[in-house]
């Protein structure tokens, strides 16, 4: 492998953080074009889209798409215990074990690396994962998700909805010169409700348990439509 003489590029596949922001159609895959071509690096950052969150394995499998690197997290140890962990394609892998005999191969190391009670936990999860089918459970309850969250149109306030996977985001209008507070407002009437949301900015951006039941997604949104009638 040459040496890339440009940044990397590190793109999360589902834009999850700044409110689930679909990718258009062949988005990923011309970046991967135009990453060959450049010679970047590409990276994507799965730690919301990893481990089955949008019913395939990794977006890696969803979009077909492989990049050099992917960094994941929260799903690996199924949020439990800290832990991350970065996969990197065997073109990266055979440039770092190429090395001379002498020196370490990727030396990279943090105090608590492979910490063995997060290891312990991220090797339960995966087997969790593969016993009850998680990693691609949701592909069957995706349609009933987006039909749930899609039945949030007219709704007050509601100006877009969007979703992907086990993956949605209703984004509000915002409350004129006060932006994010129409949003917090229905953060703490759902909280109030025995529901817990995340908002960014004045969108509400969800993502439950892959073990979810068709009878909690109602639940959701049966609260959600209530409380987007009762805030301002
Ligand atoms: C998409 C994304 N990437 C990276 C991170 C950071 O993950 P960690 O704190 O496990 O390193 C987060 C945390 O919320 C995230 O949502």
Not at 129 to 140: K, S, W
Not at 157 to 186: S, Y
Request: proline residues 6%.
């Amino acid at each position: 492998m040459t040496r890339p003489t440009s940044q990397p590029l590190i793109v999360e596949p589902v834009a999850c953080s700044t409110g689930v922001l679909v990718p258009p159609k062949g988005y990923l895959k011309r970046l991967r074009e135009i990453c060959d071509k450049h010679d970047i690096l590409l990276i994507f950052d799965e730690v919301i889209t990893g481990f089955g969150r949008l019913g395939t394995p990794f977006a890696v499998d969803y979009f077909d798409v492989i990049p050099d690197l992917v960094t994941t997290a929260k799903g690996l140890t199924s949020g439990v215990v800290p832990m991350g962990a970065v996969f990197a394609s065997s073109k990266i892998y055979e440039a770092f074990m190429n090395a001379p005999e002498n020196t370490i191969e990727l030396f990279h190391g943090y105090t608590y690396s492979a910490h063995p009670v997060a290891c312990a936990a991220a090797l339960a999860t995966l087997d969790v994962y593969a016993e009850e089918g998680l990693l691609t459970r949701v592909a069957e309850i995706a349609d009933y998700w987006e039909d749930a969250l899609h039945s949030m149109k007219g709704l007050p306030h509601v100006i877009d909805i969007r979703n992907l996977g086990l993956i949605g985001a209703i984004e509000l209008e915002p409350i004129a010169g006060a932006p994010t507070k129409r949003a917090f407002q229905a953060f703490l009437k759902a909280y109030e409700s025995n529901l817990l949301i995340r908002t960014t900015g004045d969108i509400i951006a969800l993502s439950p348990p892959l073990i979810i039941e068709k009878s909690q997604i109602d639940e959701i949104f049966g609260t959600l439509a209530n409380v987007l009638k009762q805030i301002d």
